[in-house]
């Protein structure tokens, strides 16, 4: 891997893979937000130094520039020491990660590749994706966290919103669980790519409508009424849309559900979301990320309210 150096890379290759110095103890889920928010897709721990994959980057100046900032920022890395090589392709699907062994995810919910046996347990959900780059392969916390509080809200015949799918997983899971319509919305080229491959790989797509889209104000509202809305997604971008996810829910029992929020960052969301009309209904931490639903019920404008722990 070559040290910094804002040479352009050769035109045949679309990943840019930052090697980032891993930071003290307690900060990983702060380094892992910075780099999702310059635009990571993968995050891979390799001995003391953390590996970032970037698809399609704007300049490599401008992509470095970005992410020393955003690591400082969340970190206590003053000089972070970023190392960078590219790769095509060809070569980042040979190495994603594969699991071992299928992954119960939730309570019911088992994460499978489409070549691994499984032997279900009663009412389990199986549901099989492609290895691949982005978001939602069942093994972060935060999807894991989603998933289980999706098999508490989805009824069946609901009409539901994905804002952010990235692997599809959560909208299968809304399907498999019975939701007769899931729309799912996804900005990354290609995310959309793999979530059209994992709804086709399970079977979903008479239910799942996948949509590249960037959501902003005035576009889900038309689209509704929703029974639920789920957004796997940094609070940057799912809080300006408060008032939109608020418009777009059915009635007061809608839900809305907010994932991918790291535990110190808790409390400015909830506040937010009560100062729009929404009222905290259950929530839950695990490894340090924070998921929670709210209904579309009026909230305390005061932001002490708390939920009961899934």
């Known amino acids: 891997m070559s040290p910094e150096n804002p040479a352009q890379p050769p035109p045949s290759t ?115 994706l492609h290895p691949g780059a982005a978001f939602g392969d069942g093994s972060h916390p935060t999807t894991r966290s989603s998933l289980r509080m999706l098999e508490r809200l989805v009824r069946p015949g609901d009409r539901v919103a994905d804002v952010g799918t990235g692997s599809g997983v959560l909208a299968i899971a809304a399907a498999r669980l019975g939701a007769g319509t899931v729309l799912a919305f996804e900005v990354d080229r290609m995310a959309v790519r793999e979530a059209e491959r994992n709804i086709r790989l399970n079977q979903v797509g008479d239910r799942v409508r996948l949509q590249r889209l960037e959501v902003s104000p005035g576009d889900l509202v038309p689209m509704g009424p929703f029974q639920g809305i789920f957004a796997n997604l940094e609070p940057g971008i799912v809080l300006p849309l408060a008032d939109e996810l608020r418009g777009a829910l059915a009635n007061a029992e809608g839900w809305l559900m907010v994932s991918g929020v790291p535990r110190g960052e808790r409390a400015a969301v909830v506040q937010v979301l009560l100062r729009h009309r929404f009222r905290l209904d259950l929530e839950e931490v695990r490894q340090g990320w924070w998921t929670g639903v709210f209904r579309a019920g009026q909230g305390d404008p005061g932001g002490t309210e708390k939920g009961p722990m899934c």
């Open 14 to 128: 679309r990943w840019l893979v930052l090697s980032v110095t891993a930071p003290p103890p307690g900060e990983e889920i702060h380094l892992a937000e910075a780099l999702r928010r310059v635009g990571a897709r993968a995050l891979h721990r390799r001995g003391g130094r953390v590996l970032a994959y970037i698809p399609d980057p704007p300049p490599l100046e401008e992509v470095l520039q970005q992410t020393r900032g955003s690591i400082r920022t969340a970190t206590s890395l003053s000089d972070p020491e970023l190392q960078w090589e590219w790769r095509s392709q060809a070569e980042m699907e040979q190495e994603w990660i594969r699991p071992d062994a299928p992954l119960r995810a939730g309570s019911r919910t088992v994460i499978a590749t489409p070549d691994q046996e499984v032997e279900p347990d009663g009412d389990d959900l199986v549901i099989r």
